[in-house]
Structures are given as C-alpha cells and as structure tokens.
C-alpha cells in the first residue's frame, strides 16, 4: 500500500516539473516572438528612412547596438516606441 502512494506521489511529482518546464518553454518562446517582432519592425523603419536593403538595415542598427553597447532588441525597441504610438507589440499579445 504504502509503495503504491510512493509512486503515485513520485509521478505527480514528475508531471508538476514537467508542467513547470513547458511554463519557462512558453515564457522563451513568447519573449523570442516578441523580440523578433520588434526588431523587424526596426528594420523597416530603418530601410525607409535610409532606401536601404534589409541587410543593409541590419547592419546598420547592428553597428548601432554595438557603438552604444546595448542589445539589438533593446535598441530597436527604443527606435519602435521614438517612431511610433508607444512599443510595437505582435497580434500575438492580448
């Protein structure tokens, strides 16, 4: 009997971690999404402020974030919100 409530606690145990680790798998993804969003948004200002290639947009706010010593996302971030009504969000946001 007693074994029997050992391994019924053992697996709810397991399943609780196992939740928890999807929980942070959602956390990053949604944090990738979100990043992503904000710095394509950054290039496009950027290719038309400058009539510039996509690439040529990242690389010019790549020299950018690291001449300031911040991180792309932070920077284009920052350019998102100047430009725009407030920070860019995905239609993913609710």
Do not use: Y
């Not at 400058?50 to 001449?67: K, P």
């Not at 920077?75 to 920070?87: N, Y």
């Amino acid at each position: 009997m007693i074994e029997q409530e050992v391994v019924a606690a053992s697996s709810a145990l397991q399943l609780a971690l196992r939740l928890e680790s999807q929980r942070d798998v959602e956390k990053d993804l949604t944090a990738a999404i979100n990043s992503r969003t904000v710095i394509n948004l950054a290039v496009g200002i950027v290719m038309g402020q400058n009539r510039c290639s996509q690439g040529e947009a990242v690389d010019i706010l790549t020299a950018a974030s690291n001449h300031r010593n911040i991180k792309l996302r932070e920077l284009a971030a920052e350019l998102v919100e100047k430009m725009g009504d407030g920070p860019g969000r995905t239609h993913f946001e609710r």
